[in-house]
């Protein structure tokens, strides 16, 4: 395993991708090297955390809290949520970072509901007593397999990858629905909306000479009664955690906001499911004009057979101004979804879509699952039904606004990134929320559209999301649930 890691660190001659212009993975970040560690070296000198050259071995580990269900859950149930606590070893390179026998299951948190506010504090506690062991002292190792006479090893907690609701219960951060709703920016809940806006970030933002991070945990562990830390957090949104005895560790920096939860399971999910409606039992945009020409040539034919035998037709052509449906994904676009997806030849690797998507049957659909669909299934179809439809048309519209978002979330998923692709993510996104709204004005936005927004702050700190996102961990909590119990 030494060698894997010496193989991995950022000065091993092994690491690809020395143009660092180009980021392939957490190891190619700035970050890593600006990483700063000052605790015990000549005259407190802060120097690189991961760059020593004493011999010790210092270890970056990503922390995730995940949730399942347990007991036989039916569709999109949570009868008894269980709770995992993982660390990763960021050190090992990406190949065989993710592998099971590589990731460590440190605490079940038992249901059967989620802790609720701080209380998620008491599991993490242990966790961060041996990081905190691990990070100011650090762990002699008698023998090692590089070392026979031993070696000092040091370790420290890096980015934090859950999703939503988790990751501001772990890092003591408010709610969506708190005014401060934002883990990065001083955008409020009533400006969610203002894509155009300058927020000052919350990780700049100081308060009597210190970051405010730090001056908001002195005081709250100051405060003398409960009406002064309910102030604080009334204010700033931001309460004690127990990563907070991690004295390099704040939640500005290494709260990462998941890209599997915020542009698959968010964004596009929410722009079918809500903004174009998608059900496969109601006729949606174009299916009327089929339906209409269909029932048409039937009673053309029928007027024609009462004409010949003397009869007066009973069925009247329709007259007044037709309603446009408002299910943009109706009966005949799913339909035609679903018999591109059986014609589609795809990679082993990619996941395809349910070939009868939109049909409860098939149950809730995974974050692969909404990747496939919308980045390649609907592109195929929705291009053949509405790209050819008159420039100024609705759908036509409507198909361009989408594919802003799916260029926008190809370019943030991408196995590198730059920052030029930062920039076109930007912008690819900014367009398409501020088509969202002109398109679709009593559309609500919600706490994804803007957090979507500071993904690129990511994607230049850590790399691209391979490194941090929750698809591993979904993948253990699947393992998990497969246990035998009794």
């Not at 990065?184 to 700049?204: V, W």
């Not at 676009?333 to 998507?357: F, H, Y």
């Not at 420039?391 to 260029?407: G, H, M």
Request: proline share 4%; net charge positive.
């Amino acid at each position: 395993m030494e060698t894997y890691v010496r193989s991995a660190s950022p000065g091993s001659t092994s690491a690809s991708l020395r143009d660092t212009s180009v980021l392939g993975d957490i190891w190619h970040s700035g970050f890593l090297h600006g990483f700063q560690w000052a605790h015990g070296s000549a005259r407190n000198i802060p120097r690189g955390f991961v760059s020593t050259s004493d011999g010790e071995l210092r270890l970056l580990f990503s922390l995730a809290i995940d949730w399942f269900t347990a007991h036989g859950g039916k569709q999109a149930g949570k009868k008894w949520s269980i709770g995992a606590i993982y660390l990763v070893c960021q050190n090992l390179p990406l190949e065989i970072r993710f592998r099971a026998e590589n990731v460590c299951l440190v605490g079940i948190i038992p249901g059967r509901t989620k802790p609720l506010g701080s209380a998620v504090n008491w599991f993490l506690r242990r966790v961060v007593d041996e990081f905190v062991t691990f990070y100011e002292r650090g762990v002699w190792y008698t023998q090692t397999f590089k070392f026979e006479s031993g070696r000092l090893v040091r370790a420290a907690i890096g980015p934090v990858v859950c999703d939503l609701d988790a990751a501001r219960g772990i890092a003591g951060l408010g709610s969506v629905s708190h005014t401060l709703f934002c883990s990065l920016c001083s955008a409020t809940k009533h400006q969610m909306a203002d894509f155009d806006g300058t927020f000052t970030p919350r990780c700049g933002s100081i308060r009597v000479g210190f970051p405010l991070w730090t001056f908001v945990m002195n005081l709250w562990t100051s405060a003398v009664s409960m009406d002064d830390q309910a102030t604080l957090w009334k204010t700033y949104a931001i309460r004690w955690t127990e990563l907070a005895r991690l004295r390099y560790w704040n939640p500005f920096q290494f709260l990462v906001i998941d890209t599997m939860h915020c542009l698959f399971l968010g964004l596009f999910r929410r722009h079918f499911r809500f903004i174009w409606r998608m059900d496969v039992d109601t006729c949606g945009w174009g299916d009327e004009e089929r339906l209409d020409s269909e029932a048409g040539e039937r009673i053309s034919a029928a007027a024609a057979a009462a004409e010949d035998l003397d009869f007066e037709p009973s069925v009247k052509p329709a007259t007044g101004k037709k309603k446009s449906p408002s299910v943009a994904l109706g009966r005949g676009v799913l339909t035609a979804v679903s018999k591109d997806i059986q014609r589609t030849v795809l990679p082993d690797w990619v996941d395809p879509a349910p070939t009868q998507v939109g049909n409860t049957k098939h149950g809730k659909l995974s974050a692969n699952h909404w990747r496939s669909l919308c980045t390649i299934h609907c592109v195929i179809t929705l291009i053949r039904l509405w790209g050819f439809l008159k420039i100024e048309s609705f759908r036509y519209s409507a198909l361009e606004n989408f594919l802003l978002l799916v260029k926008a979330v190809q370019l943030a998923t991408l196995r590198t990134t730059t920052a030029s692709r930062c920039e076109a993510y930007s912008s690819l996104l900014n367009q398409y929320l501020n088509g969202l709204k002109r398109l679709y004005p009593t559309a609500s936005i919600t706490p994804n559209h803007h957090l979507a927004t500071h993904i690129p702050e990511f994607l230049r700190r850590f790399g691209p999301p391979h490194s941090w996102w929750a698809f591993p961990f979904e993948r253990y909590n699947g393992m998990l649930q497969k246990i035998k119990t009794n």
